[in-house]
């Protein structure tokens, strides 16, 4: 065979070549791929990772031990593919990018306002999802009462989505399961997914998270957006953990918690800033951001101008 870099004849078995010791594959290819330098994974060069890559199902699905598992899947490097789609989080963890690429006549389905862009054979459909009454309990659960619908139509197409404050992206692969979700944290999922408001009683309401959590169940993507990073919390069983309302992004459905105080008394829960926190019981799984955005807001309400009380005007100040 010849050396790739100077042409020169080299023996079928060498790995590099003897005149000017460029390294060589034997058999005409690249070190590590097939024949021909495909990449490994299947015939015709298919990229790892998706649908020909070794130890993943029809469609890129990745293998799963039974019916359904427990835990949080998420894969280690942000790429992933399901069902009639492939997808990656770019830009971690500050400003993190979901591009999805799908199958032709496949959808995902997506916050109102999270899309950043989409190929010019994407359809978008925006709709009110479980009619009238759905609708309403989504914009309670402070949500968007509308939900879109990005379909490729004709051939493949890219959507890219995005929510709207600074952080991270992460792609959850549910598996027959159940997940608690911050309303604001629901980024997109797959479109057999079913996603509901539910009414999470007084515990919620004074938790400051609104009344209503979005219960999402299913198999299929899950993208779910923080503000910060995404720290994930693994409990043992038993195990008690607790964290404050403000950071949590989603739980396992699976997974006991209750609201309390921060601490013993009213007033030491006041003068602490922690106000009500979440304390869950394993066996289950957390995800938690880094940053809280109210406490964003209440650092910079100073800086921000307010209407003087003898009107008209605006001063600056708290």
């Given amino acids: 065979m010849n050396c790739p870099k100077c042409g020169g004849m080299v023996a079928d078995t060498a790995q590099f070549c003897t005149l000017c010791g460029s390294p060589v594959a034997a058999g005409g290819g690249q070190p590590g791929y097939a024949g021909g330098g495909q990449q490994p994974g ?3 060069g298919q990229q790892p990772g998706y ?10 699905q990745q293998p799963r031990s039974g019916a359904s598992g427990g835990g949080i899947h998420i894969d280690a490097d942000g790429r992933g593919a399901g069902r009639g789609y492939k997808y990656e989080i770019l830009h971690q963890p500050s400003f993190s990018l979901a591009v999805i690429q799908l199958a032709a006549e496949q959808s995902i389905q997506a916050e109102s306002g999270a899309m950043v862009s989409m190929s010019a054979n994407v359809e978008l459909q925006s709709q009110m999802k479980g009619g009238v009454f759905g609708a309403l309990k989504r914009a309670v659960g402070g949500e968007s009462a509308f939900v879109s619908t990005f379909t490729a139509r004709g051939g493949p197409g890219e959507v890219t989505l995005a929510p709207g404050s600074p952080g991270d992206i992460a792609a959850l692969e ?3 399961q159940m997940f608690f979700v911050q309303a604001s944290s629901y980024l997109a999922g797959d479109a057999s997914l079913t996603v509901d408001t539910k009414w999470g009683g007084a515990k919620s309401f004074f ?3 609104g009344l209503f959590v979005l219960q999402v169940h299913g198999t299929g993507l899950l993208l779910v957006s923080s503000f910060g990073a995404v720290h994930r919390k693994r409990l043992g069983p038993g195990e008690r953990y607790i964290v404050d309302t403000g950071h949590l992004v989603a739980w396992e459905g699976s997974t006991q918690y209750t609201l309390r105080k921060a601490a013993a008394g009213f007033f030491q829960s006041m003068v602490s800033g922690e106000g009500i926190v979440a304390e869950f019981t394993g066996p289950g799984e957390l995800l938690i951001q880094t940053r809280n955005l109210a406490s964003l807001a209440g650092l910079l309400k100073p800086f921000f101008p307010s209407q ?3 009107g008209g005007g605006f001063s600056f100040g708290s």
């Fill in 174 to 176: 549910l598996n027959n």
């Fill in 42 to 44: 299947g015939a015709g």
């Fill in 207 to 209: 938790g400051g998270e």
């Fill in 308 to 310: 003087s009380s003898g």
């Fill in 51 to 60: 649908g020909g890559q070794p130890g993943y199902g029809a469609g890129g």
